[in-house]
């Protein structure tokens, strides 16, 4: 397979602070998305960003192939923010499938 | 297109009976993949389909598990003899694979409990 970890594993924030989160993964991708998984456990889709800079609103994701990492920054965070962040990375030769971190659990405060 | 629907939602079974869980991926979407989220973890690959062919199985698809897509368009995922251990969360997700694409969008899950 290959190793994704994400770090940190919690994060508690004030509302409105800004936060980085950090995606490693171990070999060449084709595919890096970010997820944020909501209380009820569904995946709601952040960025597919195998490469580059994208941004959406307070949200914006840079991922560095080159290097092997991704970074999901958000900004004037929110309590609706909260939940679990996901990496998950499609290894670029062989499995077809995602492999997943094991998540930054976020808490915002108001 | 109303996304990647799963049902039921939740399923509550005792041990030793089967279940059988349905998605429906989105309509243009060639492939179909299974995950499996256990409490505290990242979601893990069980299985996956490119239309009705099923291409790849997880070593933890035991042989409890099978999984269908007979006409490339829904799946059904069953789990005979049902174990306190196969409590977790079921889910689906589809991709289109084209044009260099593979960004995947999932359902919003089937959570079971086995008791």
């Known amino acids: 397979g290959i190793q994704v970890e994400q770090s940190p594993p919690d994060l508690i924030l004030q509302e409105g602070a800004n936060s980085t989160l950090r995606c490693n993964f171990s070999?060449?991708?084709?595919?890096l998305q970010w997820f944020h998984q909501n209380p009820w456990g569904q995946l709601i889709n952040l960025f597919y960003?195998?490469?580059g800079t994208k941004q959406n609103g307070r949200l914006s994701a840079t991922t560095v192939a080159t290097e092997r990492y991704s970074l999901l920054y958000i900004s004037s965070s929110q309590t609706t923010d909260s939940g679990v962040y996901f990496c998950a990375v499609e290894k670029q030769t062989g499995a077809n499938n995602l492999f997943f971190g094991t998540g930054t659990r976020l808490t915002v405060i108001p | 297109d109303t996304g990647v629907s799963q049902d039921p939602r939740h399923k509550i079974t005792k041990r030793g009976q089967n279940v059988t869980f349905r998605c429906d991926p989105i309509s243009e979407h060639n492939r179909l993949y299974w995950y499996r989220q256990t409490l505290g973890q990242g979601p893990e690959f069980l299985t996956y389909?490119?239309?009705?062919?099923?291409?790849?199985k997880s070593r933890l698809l035991s042989d409890r598990f099978s999984a269908e897509r007979p006409k490339g368009s829904f799946s059904t995922l069953e789990i005979q003899r049902t174990e306190q251990g196969d409590s977790a969360m079921y889910l689906c997700a589809s991709t289109s694979h084209l044009l260099g694409n593979t960004e995947a969008f999932f359902g919003q899950g089937t959570r079971l409990t086995v008791v």
């Open positions: 070999d060449s991708v084709n595919n």
């Open positions: 389909f490119q239309n009705e062919a099923q291409l790849e």
């Open positions: 960003i195998p490469s």
